[in-house]
């Protein structure tokens, strides 16, 4: 089974930054994908962007040149920039990663944009 491990979340400042990191580990073949999906209690959880090993890139129109999502291959991890956060920004982050035998969820990381 392939394990998921997020850090980096926090409290910051509106405008501020903070960069997220998703490191997976475990019994892992052909890791090809991975991505952050963030949810605010009570609401449905929400795509922020993706990455393939093939270079592929997504992102939520939300956060569209703020964030910006890369991926280590060789140490099969994934990392989230995000820059000029806001309050709506707020939420549980939660990593993603897809290999050649499923899908698989990290435990999720606060992110809290206030002053």
């Known amino acids: 089974q392939v394990e998921l491990v997020e850090s980096g979340g926090g409290l910051v400042q509106p405008g501020g930054s903070l960069r997220l990191s998703c490191a997976a580990s475990g019994s892992i073949y052909n890791l090809y994908l991975m991505g952050w999906y963030r949810q605010v209690p009570g609401e449905q959880r929400e795509l922020v962007a993706i990455?393939?090993?093939?270079?592929?890139?997504d992102y939520a129109d939300s956060v569209k040149g703020r964030f910006t999502i890369s991926m280590d291959n060789a140490k099969n991890s994934v990392f989230l920039q995000m820059n000029g956060l806001k309050p709506e920004d707020t939420a549980v982050y939660y990593c993603?990663?897809?290999?050649?035998?499923?899908?698989?969820w990290g435990q999720g990381t606060q992110v809290t944009v206030s002053s």
């Open positions: 990455i393939t090993n093939m270079g592929s890139i």
């Open positions: 993603q990663a897809y290999d050649q035998r499923g899908k698989y």
